[in-house]
């Protein structure tokens, strides 16, 4: 069955905002470490932000303070706010949990260009 689909994806200029949504199978939701991860072409996927249970957020170094992550335990969906997008932010986002992974699903593409 599906456990993970992402959303909200889309093209933006410098400076602009995103927000990325990742609606989450409720067995899941409730028991994992959430996290958002990003390939960008050529790119080994990477870890961008995670969020435990507890609602405890970390962030990669290339984003701190610019990105926040959340999670809706009402809609069991995690959420990714990105604010000062910069061109390097452009790759496929997927969200998924921390080894041992689920299944990856499409991700949603962010592209930041003028």
């Known amino acids: 069955q599906v456990q993970l689909v992402e959303s909200g994806g889309g093209l933006v200029q410098p400076g602009g905002s995103l927000r990325l949504s990742c609606a989450v199978s409720?067995?899941?939701?409730?028991?994992?470490?959430l996290a958002w991860y990003r390939q960008a072409p050529g790119n080994q996927r990477e870890l961008v932000a995670a969020?435990?249970?507890?609602?405890?957020?970390n962030y990669a170094d290339s984003v701190k303070g610019r990105f926040t992550i959340s999670r809706d335990n009402a809609k069991n969906t995690v959420f990714l706010q990105m604010n000062s997008l910069k061109p390097e932010d452009t790759a496929v986002y997927y969200c998924?949990?921390?080894?041992?992974?689920?299944?990856w699903g499409q991700g949603t593409q962010v592209t930041v260009s003028s």
């Open positions: 409720l067995s899941i939701f409730q028991r994992r470490t």
């Open positions: 998924n949990t921390p080894f041992p992974h689920l299944t």
């Open positions: 969020i435990s249970t507890g609602e405890t957020a």
